[in-house]
């Protein structure tokens, strides 16, 4: 029986190839993964959270507890 001999020439370049397909489709499963598992979620969490905030009653509730020193609590004359 004779053993074959094995392929030496273009070796690497055709690992090289197999590597760059590999790679390519785990990093497009990983991209997908991302989005889904924590940016959608993250995008409905912010869009919830604007969604019932209102700016001027929390302007107001730390204008109020005394944090700006550019105005001042509701009851204080200057």
């Not at 990093?27 to 598992?37: I, R």
């Amino acid at each position: 029986m004779v053993i074959a001999k094995p392929v030496m020439r273009g070796l690497l370049t055709a690992q090289i190839k197999k590597h760059i397909i590999i790679s390519g489709i785990l990093s497009f499963a990983a991209v997908g993964v991302w989005k889904t598992m924590v940016q959608n979620p993250r995008k409905q969490l912010y869009a919830d959270f604007y969604k019932e905030y209102d700016a001027m009653a929390e302007f107001d509730r730390i204008r109020n507890l005394g944090l700006f020193q550019s105005c001042r609590p509701d009851g204080e004359e200057e």
